[in-house]
T-cell receptor, first 115, second 111 residues
Framework: NAGVTQTPKFQVLKTGQSMTLQCAQD?????MYWYRQDPGMGLRLIYY???????DKGEVPNGYNVSRLNKREFSLRLESAAPSQTSVYFC??????????????FGPGTRLLVL | RKEVEQDPGPFNVPEGATVAFNCTYS??????FFWYRQDCRKEPKLLMS???SGNEDGRFTAQLNRASQYISLLIRDSKLSDSATYLC????????????FGTGTRLKVLA
């Protein structure tokens, strides 16, 4: 049981380049999330998908787009990367987003450096 | 003021020691509370949920004080393997339930 998987693990981009971070989960979860983690700051929500076919902005959505491809997959796209997007990106999933005590399960992260 | 605040540490403690971390939150409407553990360069993993009555899991005890808006984590008989960053997470409803993360408290258990 792989849980939540993310690709790539590492990426170096030049300013202005685009890329898509991939995330997949095999737990039959309905809700999926993208976070970024920066030094001195807690994980911050970029976008989330409460269920297949829906996506919503989180706390820091500017410069990103997402696609909920199907129930398993949720991708994050950087259209024109900027150095401020250098970060560690985590994908997470939960059974639903409608319960206060839902546990979120995280993928291993993607380390992105934008030069 | 940050929504969830933690002392970043590091807390350096010898093996076998008892250590406690606190976390304060600003949103009085927060409904659920968690401690996650994050090892260096790894993903966060749920350590325990924090219920109003407090809860214990082996060497770990979590407490919630809604009146003062803080949660705590107590680790007894620290092991080297407890060395990690402990993230305080608060969930509040805003169209859906969303996690708000603290920046984490780093613990180093020394031999």
């Amino acid at each position: 049981n792989a849980g939540v998987t993310q690709t790539p693990k590492f990426q170096v981009l030049k300013t202005g380049q685009s890329m898509t971070l991939q995330c997949a989960q095999d737990m039959n979860h309905n809700s999926m999330y993208w976070y970024r983690q920066d030094p001195g700051m807690g994980l911050r929500l970029i976008y989330y998908s409460a269920s297949e076919g829906t996506t919503d902005k989180g706390e820091v959505p500017n410069g990103y787009n997402v696609s909920r491809l199907n129930k398993r997959e949720f991708s994050l796209r950087l259209e024109s990367a900027a150095p401020s997007q250098t970060s560690v990106y985590f994908c997470a999933s939960s059974l639903t987003s409608g319960g206060a005590w839902e546990t979120q399960y995280f993928g291993p992260g993607t380390r992105l450096l934008v030069l | 003021r940050k929504e969830v605040e933690q002392d970043p540490g590091p807390f350096n403690v010898p093996e076998g020691a008892t250590v406690a971390f606190n976390c304060t939150y600003s949103n009085s409407a927060s409904q659920s509370f968690f401690w996650y553990r994050q090892d260096c360069r790894k993903e966060p993993k749920l350590l325990m949920s924090v219920y109003s009555s407090g809860n214990e899991d082996g060497r770990f005890t979590a407490q919630l004080n809604r009146a003062s808006q803080y949660i705590s984590l107590l680790i007894r008989d620290s092991k080297l393997s407890d060395s990690a960053t402990y993230l305080c997470v608060v969930s509040a409803y805003s169209g859906t339930y969303k996690y708000i993360f603290g920046t984490g408290t780093r613990l180093k258990v020394l031999a």
